[in-house]
């Protein structure tokens, strides 16, 4: 039972939930602060996931970054 992979990534879905939610809601609210929150956890993840595979592929990936 592996995970299914979606259509859209869990940070698109969030920014479009966000997006549709917060025009209605106060920026106080509780629910859109949630929703901030995971849309922020999940943009630290794919930074830290990005930051992980340059810094493992050493100097090639600063090659590769630049190019």
């Keep these: 039972m592996a ?3 979606a259509a859209e990534s869990d940070e698109t879905r969030l920014k479009k939930k966000l997006s549709t939610t917060g025009k ?3 920026s106080g609210d509780a629910a859109v602060r949630a929703l901030r929150k995971r849309l ?3 943009q630290r993840r ?8 340059k810094h493992a592929a050493g100097s090639k990936g600063d ?3 630049s190019a």
Aim: aromatic content about 0%; charged content about 60%; cysteine-free.
């Design 46 to 53: 794919r930074r830290a996931l990005a930051l992980r595979k």
């Design 3 to 5: 995970k299914k992979t």
């Design 63 to 65: 090659a590769k970054a």
């Design 40 to 42: 922020k956890r999940e």
């Design 24 to 26: 209605d809601k106060a």
